[in-house]
């Protein structure tokens, strides 16, 4: 329910620091009421067949069909805000978008996409800003992919 308050704090906004305040500020409130660390337990093949049914076996953020061998059970409530090992608590992802949603409150998984979509049209439609922020992206992007790579030779090995 507090999506709604959200959007209005976002809609009242007026600088930049403001906008960087309001971020700052969500994170804060999210680690102060992270709980203590509970031990994970796994879901049982028949649990992980039921999360996956839950969207006809497609993720539930991007969509993509996804199988029994290739889905990660998402956390509806996280683990460190308090959420239960039950399957209404988990829905279906695929490993891109649940590394991505992480343990961001649905609060900061809005400004992230509305800051994602902004980014899109300016990469899209300005010559100069939307071509710097464009080459910071794809850099950076880079770096992630080489300490992957890196990651898995030192498995390999």
């Known amino acids: 329910m507090s999506a709604p308050i959200e959007l209005n704090l976002l809609r009242s906004i007026k600088t930049g620091k403001g906008l960087i305040k309001l971020i700052t500020n969500l994170k804060k409130s999210r680690r102060e009421n992270k709980l203590g660390s509970k031990k994970r337990l ?3 093949k028949k649990q992980r067949e039921l999360v996956l049914e839950k969207t006809n076996r497609r993720c539930h953020i991007c969509g993509i069909e996804l199988d029994i061998n290739n889905f990660q059970a ?7 805000a308090g959420g239960m090992h039950l399957e209404n608590n988990y829905l279906p992802s695929c490993s891109t978008c649940n590394n991505y949603r992480w343990h961001y409150s649905s609060e900061e998984i809005q400004i992230i996409l509305k800051l994602g979509v902004w980014a899109k049209t300016k990469i899209t439609n300005d010559p100069v800003f939307g ?3 464009a080459n910071e992206f794809v850099k950076y992007e880079m770096s992630v992919r080489k300490r992957k790579r890196a990651r898995q030779n030192k498995k390999t090995e």
């Open 42 to 44: 796994a879901l049982s």
């Open 74 to 80: 998402d956390h509806v409530m996280s683990h460190s």
């Open 131 to 133: 071509v710097e922020m």
